[in-house]
């Protein structure tokens, strides 16, 4: 017999626990994608039941069904269009009014729903007392209490889900949101019109079309219009008058008059069924708050935790880099012991080898970071951030929501240029992502070790903070510069939102931080193995006899690269390679900054990621060759010449030029147009340029060398 197949959907509030729900129902068995399209990511996942084939879906968070967002026109098509068996509304407990309000619309749709009353501990721990079967009956949906965290209840969510999508009655139709008389009226009339005109060639119910109608939904219209042309301009014209009758009836928009009076009956059945225990009523939330957002406390403290996240990410990552860096020379040993002579040899142990383990020792670095990113998260805490540095932020002209995206540029500036999403103006939205790129992403941070390691000792790591300090500075000047210049205007108002604090899961936080970290890893075998083979490749060719004199026919280049006699054959053969010709191509740009051609070609390099800079630097100056232990780039980059005032110049380089390859594609479909992708390009190199070259040449008239 062939398997039957099901699928169930989750819906549900930012941060009501869908994950959570889907984590716990799928296991491992996942499928992470993206939306037809768009960037919104889709997790899909498979479970097997008996002789059932069951594929549930993680729809994008959204607050209401209403096509205001890219994540609720996602979440509304999927739900209209792929008609899943079920759907689990994830309600969090502790909101039951807000989450209610997604609730009920997706009831509306007359789709087979099961609620799943999730963070049902902290309702408990909160005092607040769920009438779960009066729920149940008040809406006709079977009601299910869960602790998705802890996967408490999802044996029994997955068996009512399972049963209510195989049972053959109907949701009763008399237990949807009941409108006033005169909303009623309309919407019975429009209804019947519909039904009347369309017949079958209406896709879905006619109430929910006619409600939608009433509200002027661009999208239903649309797609009215497009299955039956015709009978769509009578219909589109019955709805227009009947919305100016409705207008004029309520003096007010119909859509307001709609969700006033879904929120009305929702209150009405939060009355029913929710009570709240005040004397067990001890709201932590509020007063963990009084302190970490106190006016005064709440700045230094958050200082604090940011420099407690950076520290951690060094302290902590400490060994497990010295075990990754010592496993790299082994191999590099190792290669150069099994292969022969030859250009096979090169390309593993200079190209593969040197370029790819230059990464890849930053890893546990990498992991610590986005861990503790994962837990500001997942604590509630990111909300907080917002509400701090709202004030600073207004020194922009934003508002403290777009501090959020920043924080998350820390790790990586792809998913914060996409988190910018949660600003409603588009002149917001751009902002914000136009300054996000000078928060320093994690791939720099590979830079900035080698470098303030191997020029700075003991003090690299305040230099390191400076640099992420000159970030945040140089975001802030570039926001006021925009504010007032091409994307002037005021500030959208919105409330702030500051869910609950939460005790984060193991589980979550690790998932949430491998699903980063897995990025990372994904571009070590991708971009940077594929970056560090053509820079060996082009750092090889065209061959240099191994007899050839040792001085370079050109004389530039031996002002730039020290000593020539002290050079090895692979050091010449670098110089005279393609690699080499264009960095002395490009080294009159870079000269100004102290920045010799190696750096330059490293820098260069560093626009498809910037991890590549390293990899790029690991194979110019042939580390990997001598096999030594240590910190053998460093001390190659120190014995080339380069000084500690050059090093912070090529640093702040780095901090401030164009974004990564896949950053600025990032930007271009987040702000749908490519004129800001080459301005971000634009712009940050020339202030990069600038930047460091003040370093520079100021610190070289300070007396610095
Ligand atoms: P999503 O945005 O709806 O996908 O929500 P997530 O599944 O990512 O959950 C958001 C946060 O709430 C995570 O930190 C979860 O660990 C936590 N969480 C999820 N369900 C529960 C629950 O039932 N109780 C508690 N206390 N926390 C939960
Ligand atoms: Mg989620």
């Not at 594929?530 to 530039?556: K, R, Y």
């Not at 690991?618 to 090093?647: I, K, N, Y």
């Amino acid at each position: 017999m062939a398997p039957r197949r099901l699928t169930i959907a989750l819906a549900g509030n930012p941060n009501a626990g869908k994950t959570s729900v889907f984590n716990h129902l799928t296991g491992t068995r996942q499928k992470v994608g993206n939306w037809p399209g768009v960037t919104v990511e889709k997790k899909e996942g498979h479970i097997r039941r008996g002789d059932r084939e069951i594929t549930v879906v993680d729809l994008p968070g959204t607050y209401s069904l209403t096509p205001f967002s890219l994540e609720e026109v996602i979440a509304r098509n999927y739900l209209l269009d792929e008609r899943p068996d079920v759907v689990i509304a994830v309600i969090d407990a502790t909101n039951l009014e807000r989450s209610l309000y997604l609730a009920t619309q997706i009831r509306e749709l007359d789709c087979k729903v099961l609620f799943a009353l999730n963070m049902a501990d902290m309702a408990r721990a909160r005092g607040l007392i769920i009438d779960g079967r009066k729920l149940a009956q008040l809406l006709d949906v079977p009601v299910v209490f869960t602790v998705a965290n802890r996967g408490e209840g999802m044996e029994a969510l997955l068996e009512e889900a399972i049963r209510l999508a195989e049972s053959e009655t109907p949701p009763d139709r008399s237990r949807r949101v009941k409108y006033s008389r005169d909303l009623e009226e309309a919407i019975g009339r429009l209804a019947g019109f519909l039904a009347a005109r369309l017949g079958d060639r209406l896709a879905w119910l006619p109430r929910w079309t006619a409600v939608k109608l009433l509200e002027d939904d661009e999208i239903v219209k649309q797609r009215l219009v497009a299955a039956a042309p015709d009978e769509a301009r009578a219909v589109l014209q019955a709805a227009a008058a009947l919305r100016r009758h409705l207008a004029e009836r309520y003096d007010e928009d119909p859509q307001i008059v709609l969700t006033d009076e879904r929120y009305g009956f929702i209150a009405g059945i939060v009355r029913e069924v929710q009570r709240s225990d005040a004397r067990r009523r001890v709201d932590v939330s509020r007063n963990i708050d009084l302190v970490l957002t106190h006016r005064f406390l709440g700045f230094p403290i958050f200082l604090f935790f940011i420099w407690a996240m950076f520290e951690l990410t060094f302290t902590l990552g400490e060994a497990p880099v010295g075990w990754i860096e010592a496993a790299v020379e082994a191999a590099a040993r190792a290669a150069q012991a099994v292969l022969p002579e030859g250009p096979l040899r090169g390309l593993v142990a200079d190209g593969i080898i040197a370029g790819v383990g230059s990464v890849l020792k930053f890893l546990p670095n990498i992991l610590i970071l986005f861990f503790c990113i994962a837990l500001f998260e997942d604590t509630g805490y990111m909300a907080r951030t917002a509400f701090l540095m709202d004030r600073i932020m207004h020194l922009i002209g934003l508002h403290g929501k777009s501090f959020i995206p920043m924080l998350m540029g820390f790790g990586c500036n792809v998913p914060a240029v996409m988190a910018a999403r949660t600003l409603e103006s588009p002149r917001d939205r751009i902002l914000t992502i136009l300054i996000t790129p000078f928060m320093s992403c994690s791939a720099k941070l590979p830079v900035y070790v080698v470098l303030a390691g191997a020029f700075f000792g003991e003090r690299a790591g305040s230099v390191i903070f400076g640099l992420y300090l000159l970030g945040i500075l140089l975001s802030i000047l570039t926001g006021r510069l925009l504010r007032s210049t091409l994307l002037a205007g005021g500030d959208a108002p919105f409330v702030m939102e500051l869910p609950p604090y939460r005790m984060p899961m193991a589980k979550s936080l690790l998932i949430h931080m491998w699903d980063r970290s897995r990025v990372f890893l994904r571009k070590m075998g991708g971009t940077i193995l594929l970056g560090s083979v053509i820079v060996w490749a082009l750092s090889s060719f065209p061959q240099v006899p191994a007899t050839a004199p040792g001085g370079a026919p050109d004389a530039g280049v031996e002002a730039w690269s020290g000593a020539p006699g002290t050079e090895g054959s692979r050091a010449l053969q670098v110089r005279e390679s393609y690699l080499g010709r264009l960095g002395r191509a490009v080294a009159p740009v870079f000269a100004p900054l102290g920045i010799e051609w190696r750096e330059a070609v490293a820098l260069l390099s560093g626009f498809v990621a910037k991890e590549i800079v390293v990899s790029t630097l690991g194979v110019l100056h042939a580390v990997g060759e001598e096999g030594e232990g240590g910190d053998t780039l460093g001390r190659a980059l120190s014995s080339s010449g380069m000084t500690p005032l050059a090093a912070l110049s090529m640093m702040v380089f780095v901090l401030l030029y164009l974004p990564c390859l896949a950053t600025t594609t990032a930007i271009r479909r987040e702000t749908g147009s490519t004129r800001w992708m080459l301005f971000s390009i634009a712009y940050n190199t020339a202030v990069a340029w600038i930047v460091s070259f003040a370093v520079y040449q100021g610190g070289r008239a300070l007396g610095y060398a």
